[in-house]
């Protein structure tokens, strides 16, 4: 769903930032990013301070 979002909003997201979120096995985190994504402006904002 994260990747969705960022694509339905035409944000480009880089091999690296896509191998993170399909390699994230942790719910609760993938959570945080889908919140993430509906207002980034760039994929890397996911991905905040962590």
């Known amino acids: 769903m994260v990747l969705s979002i960022l694509e339905w ?3 480009p997201v880089t ?3 896509r191998e993170r979120v399909e390699s994230c096995t942790d719910l609760d985190q ?3 990013w889908a919140q993430r994504a509906v207002n980034a402006t ?3 904002e996911l991905f905040g301070t962590e």
């Open 9 to 11: 909003r035409r944000i």
């Open 15 to 17: 091999d690296a930032a």
């Open 30 to 32: 993938l959570e945080v």
């Open 42 to 44: 760039d994929a890397v």
